[in-house]
């Protein structure tokens, strides 16, 4: 045990986790068109599949459209589909 352990341990401490607060941020933008996108497939009747946020210096959505050959990426100041 190190000199000082115990005091560290002791003393009240905000939540803690490894490597910092590791999720990604998504901007208002992002946040809107993936609403926008969800609630035309809804109407339409398909939904995404397999999303996921990506990206180690941009935080940025990538998607597809279930039973479809379209994919989606929605950057923090634009979106494409391909």
């Known amino acids: 045990m ?3 352990d115990s005091d560290v341990l002791a003393r009240p401490h905000r939540s803690v986790q490894p ?8 901007t208002v933008f992002q946040i ?30 990538t ?4 039973d479809q050959d379209i994919t989606f ?3 923090p100041d634009g979106a494409a589909c391909r």
């Open 2 to 4: 190190l000199v000082g």
């Open 19 to 26: 490597f910092g607060d590791m999720r990604p941020e998504l």
């Open 63 to 66: 998607g597809g459209i279930k």
């Open 32 to 61: 809107e068109v993936e609403k926008g996108i969800n609630d035309v497939l809804q109407h339409l009747g398909k939904h995404v599949a397999d999303r996921r946020i990506v990206g180690i210096s941009k935080t940025y959505i």
């Open 73 to 75: 990426s929605i950057y």
